[in-house]
């Protein structure tokens, strides 16, 4: 008899970015910290019949990053993708569709739904979009197919195909011949 | 050319429950108020690709719906489906998949996607899921095929299929042969 | 040698009333829970040289109180004020200013501060004026000779002399005369 | 006749530190921006019997004022001052003592109370200090004679007499003879 209700893994990757940055008191600065996922943003979510499992591939802003990191990135992304569950990456906006196109190169369509997202101002803030990001692409990594994805503002973009817009803070899709 | 970032339009039906119940200071009883939606729900998520209309149905706690209240529910689930644009129904979770079954026993398969949410506390508590359940509706109404769905909870029900479980205060998968 | 920052301590009766309300999910109620005191609103103080000592006095809605109630707010005041610290009192607002006249009349003016507040909204949501106001009653509590009090949306009125003004959703002064 | 609820003008003096820092979404960096006191921090407190003045003075981090900049924020306070309302002056905690240390020196007793207040945390996170200091010197300053003060973490300290520990991450009183 099967389970009609079991729990969906769901692997999360973190890499640094936005998203994951928290204000230290002492000096006053923006630093990156993975606990804050966990104990900040997935605790604030009710995932009843979802079991997550976190683990930190890198932690560093995403305009800092090289392929040499998104190689790490990839080699994470296949590793994880074995254990046949859906993964959400949370990964800096400025270079997210570069990791993301990176990995499309490298690896072909992985054999489960692979969803990026992040966040334009830190899971802290009060007006963060980071609980909205991840909830986006904790559903679609459940809802898609195999594939790579970014996940950002109610838009689910196809890898590759997108990129970021500074002068509007958000995804879009790139138009083709471009 | 194609616009490669048109604006999505997504159409909300308000029917009352938990979700749109607001604060009265006056007598400190907790009432339905249709505008919470737009002015608390809505305005605290960024939607920069996806256009929202609103429409009032009902206001109504979903254990006092009778079957006249469903139908004007699935007449207006007709009525707005001829528009071409994915459909989230507010409503209350205690009778939400009853709604939903009654929609898809009257009207058979909608042309678009019709996805219910709601919420097992108010929005205007700190500890509300209404914030995740609205933002988990919007997406599926867009990366889903025509056809009654519930969003709860990261997770994305077919209809007829889904129930509320009390104890647990969240939606189930039906078992077979139940 | 002095100590020149000594932690001060200060009794917090509770009774109910509005600021303790939280809302149970089972059935989409109000209720008192003077547990939600301790870990939702003291927890989100910075409270680095005071020590708070919580006692449970009622769990009432303040317009079901009577004169056998207020004896018990009175006489829970008599035993608290003989340990020599400040005393918070958290109460419904709609008869706050009836137990406050009451504990004056039968006490007369007390060994320390006693300071009521209370809350519009419970402290459970959004926009609650409850940590506002907690804020207040404790620094209040700090500051003030020995008397009793109300503290609530930026200023402090001493009892007797105060009511609440149901129109405006605050509390005032009583003009001279009436 | 006296009017027995009149508001109470209280004039605020901005001057940087990181009560008023926000996140600019384009850079990742946090930045000064005094329109963020008037619409966060104000906006979410009750205040029907308090008028505010708001005034900018300056817009600095504290530890890069230096005495030009002090001898503005006390001409500013001695201006101020002249209309015999309370102010309120939010500053940066890591030189805030010395700030109110040379106004004291500069001016002496002033003819109202000046209450300095900030923030470990910039208003914009979920769990910042500053609502809870702003609310507390806005009652101080209703409260206390004239003189100048710091409100800070549930505690006033009268100037001079007071210096912030950077290990606690608050303000405490100095001790006699240090």
Partial sequence: MTDSNPKQTIRILTTGGTI?????EEDGTLRNRA?????????????PYTHLELDSVLNKDSLEM???????I???VARTAEKGDPIVILHGTDT????????FETLGTPPVAVVFTGAMKPMGFIDSDARQNVTEALLAARLLPPGFYIAFHNRVFAI??????RETGTFEAIPAGE
Same sequence: chains 1, 2, 3, 4.
Avoid: H, T, V
């Fill in 66 to 72: 090289d392929d040499g990191d998104r190689q790490q």
């Fill in 74 to 76: 990839a080699d994470a």
């Fill in 35 to 47: 606990s804050i996922i966990r104990d900040g943003l997935i605790a604030s979510l009710r995932l």
């Fill in 20 to 24: 994951e940055k928290s204000y230290c």
């Fill in 160 to 165: 590759p195909g997108a990129r970021k817009n």
């Fill in 96 to 103: 997210m569709s570069n990791s993301a196109d990176f990995c």
